[in-house]
T-cell receptor, first 113, second 117 residues
Framework: DQQVKQNSPSLSVQEGRISILNCDYT??????FLWYKKYPAEGPTFLIS?????DKNEDGRFTVFLNKSAKHLSLHIVPSQPGDSAVYFC????????????FGTGTRLTIIP | DADVTQTPRNRITKTGKRIMLECSQT?????MYWYRQDPGLGLRLIYY???????NKGEISDGYSVSRQAQAKFSLSLESAIPNQTALYFC????????????????FGEGSRLTVL
C-alpha cells in the first residue's frame, strides 16, 4: 500500500517556465512533508520541507504548497533551469521528529533548453 | 571527498552468499540510516541507529542485519542474499539540530548497487 504517491513518473518543461511536481498521500497522520532531489549516480539531497501548520513554504525558486483537505502537496520551481533536471521524491512523516520517512516513487523532471 | 561514503559502489553476488555493505561518514552525526530503493517503490527504511548502542528496525528489516562499529561507521549485512534483495542501497546520516528531534533532512551517500543472481 503506497501511502505517498507521485502519479507522474516523468515531466518535461521548457527552460524558464514553471515546473509543478505533485504528490498525494493517504495517511492522515502525516503532518510533515519534504522534497528531495536526486541526480544520477548520486544520493538524494534535501530540498525543502513543510509542516502541516503551514500551507506554503518558499525557498528561492522553490515553493512547496500543502493542501491538507485534499491530502496533496506540490513543488513549484520557477523559473526552471537545466540544472533542475533530476528525479524528485516527496516524503512524509507522522509527527515532526519521527525518524521514519515514507517516500514517494519519484518524478523524473527534464528541463528542455 | 564525500561526507558519506559507501563501499562497494557496485556488487554482483549469488543467491545464498553473505554480503556486507559498509558506510562511513565524516559529518560527525550520531544518527545513521540504511535505505533501499527499488523501481516503482521509492526509498524504504531498513534500519536506523541513534548511536553505537541504539539500533532500530525500519520498515523492511527482515533478511538484513546491521552493525554500528563506531559513531562514523554503520554496516548492513545480508546473511544469505536472495534475488529480491537486488536493489540500490543508500546510507544516510542526520543531525537533530537544536530541538534534538529529527528534522527530516538526511545526508545520503552515493549508493551501493547490489545484484543478487
Amino acid at each position: 500500500d503506497q501511502q505517498v504517491k507521485q502519479n507522474s513518473p516523468s515531466l518535461s518543461v521548457q527552460e524558464g517556465r514553471i515546473s509543478i511536481l505533485n504528490c498525494d498521500y493517504t495517511n492522515s497522520m502525516f503532518d510533515y512533508f519534504l522534497w528531495y532531489k536526486k541526480y544520477p549516480a548520486e544520493g538524494p539531497t534535501f530540498l525543502i520541507s513543510i509542516s502541516s501548520i503551514k500551507d506554503k513554504n518558499e525557498d528561492g525558486r522553490f515553493t512547496v504548497f500543502l493542501n491538507k483537505s485534499a491530502k496533496h502537496l506540490s513543488l513549484h520551481i520557477v523559473p526552471s533551469q537545466p540544472g533542475d533536471s533530476a528525479v524528485y521524491f516527496c516524503a512524509a512523516a507522522a509527527n515532526f521528529g519521527n525518524e521514519k520517512l515514507t517516500f514517494g516513487t519519484g518524478t523524473r523532471l527534464t528541463i528542455i533548453p | 571527498d564525500a561526507d558519506v561514503t559507501q563501499t562497494p559502489r557496485n556488487r554482483i553476488t549469488k543467491t545464498g552468499k553473505r554480503i556486507m555493505l559498509e558506510c562511513s561518514q565524516t559529518k560527525g552525526h550520531d544518527r545513521m540510516y540504511w535505505y533501499r530503493q527499488d523501481p516503482g517503490l521509492g526509498l524504504r527504511l531498513i534500519y536506523y541507529s541513534f548511536d553505537v548502542k541504539d539500533i532500530n528496525k525500519g520498515e523492511i528489516s527482515d533478511g538484513y542485519s546491521v552493525s554500528r562499529q563506531a559513531q562514523a561507521k554503520f554496516s548492513l549485512s545480508l546473511e544469505s542474499a536472495i534475488p529480491n534483495q537486488t536493489a540500490l542501497y543508500f546510507c544516510a546520516t542526520s543531525d537533530p539540530g537544536p530541538s534534538g528531534r529529527f528534522t527530516g533532512e538526511l545526508f545520503f551517500g552515493e549508493g551501493s548497487r547490489l545484484t543478487v543472481l
